[in-house]
Nanobody, 113 residues
Framework: QVQLVESGGGLVQPGGSLKLSCTIS????????VGWHRQFPGKQRELIAR???????YYRDSVRGRFTISRDNAKKIVYLQMNNLNSADTAVYYC???????WGQGTQVTVSS
């Protein structure tokens, strides 16, 4: 049984930072290829960061240089460090295992003064 649980979302002021966590239960392979997505109201989810089996990373242009994806294999957590946030980053953030196809339930991030 694979389960992904996001945490760490909340309200932050423009220019601030948040660190999201995606805690994964299930086979260790579930951890190896994980992406963070976000969804704006009325829009489809978009992939913003991904960490591959060999630790290579991918970032969407809109977050590159501000967001960092990382993985703790021992804790089975994938993180998304988000810096210099702005109002355009306000969305629901989801993690997904590309290995299993499972999604987390999402966590709201709101950037507002």
């Amino acid at each position: 049984q694979v389960q992904l649980v996001e945490s760490g979302g909340g309200l932050v002021q423009p220019g601030g930072s948040l660190k999201l966590s995606c805690t994964i239960s299930g086979p260790i392979s579930t951890l190896y290829d994980v992406g963070w997505h976000r969804q704006f109201p009325g829009k489809q989810r978009e992939l913003i960061a991904r960490i591959f089996r060999d630790a290579r990373t991918y970032y969407r242009d809109s977050v590159r240089g501000r967001f960092t994806i990382s993985r703790d294999n021992a804790k089975k957590i994938v993180y998304l460090q988000m810096n210099n946030l702005n109002s355009a980053d306000t969305a629901v953030y989801y993690c997904r295992s590309f290995e299993s196809g499972d999604w987390g339930q999402g966590t709201q991030v709101t950037v507002s003064s």
